[in-house]
Nanobody, 125 residues
Framework: QVQLVESGGGLVQSGGSLRLSCTGS????????IAWFRQAPGKEHEGVSC???????YYADSAKGRFTISRDNAKNTVYLQMNSLSPEDTGVYFC???????????????????WGQGTQVTVSS
């Protein structure tokens, strides 16, 4: 079964950028819908962005205009480019996968079968 490993998190100042990577093993990410969720301290998991196996892309309102999700199938990797970061973006970011995603429910963490270990993103003011 597919395993997911996130990388690219770190500490940046407000207005800075990071690119997160989600690399798969034991399966091809092209066969899955892949989403990024984040969890701030004391809060529930929040859907940030999703790219489906059919190529559809979705963003949370808070991410639109600042974040970009993309795939590199040759590297079996999904990226999340994050620009204009603010302290509100701080949290642990998780890469998640689903073999079949229902329309309209990409923001629900219960739709995803596999989760990576998470990577910490901290944005200072």
């Amino acid at each position: 079964q597919v395993q997911l490993v996130e990388s690219g998190g770190g500490l940046v100042q407000s207005g800075g950028s990071l690119r997160l990577s989600c690399t798969g093993s034991g399966g091809f990410l092209a066969d899955y819908s892949i989403a990024w969720f984040r969890q701030a301290p004391g809060k529930e998991h929040e859907g940030v962005s999703c790219i489906t196996s059919g190529g559809n892309i979705y963003y949370a309102d808070s991410a639109k205009g600042r974040f970009t999700i993309s795939r590199d199938n040759a590297k079996n990797t999904v990226y999340l480019q994050m620009n204009s970061l603010s302290p509100e973006d701080t949290g642990v970011y998780f890469c998640v996968s689903a073999p079949a995603l229902r329309v309209g429910v990409w923001m629900s963490p219960f739709e995803y079968d596999y989760w990576g270990q998470g990577t910490q993103v901290t944005v200072s003011s």
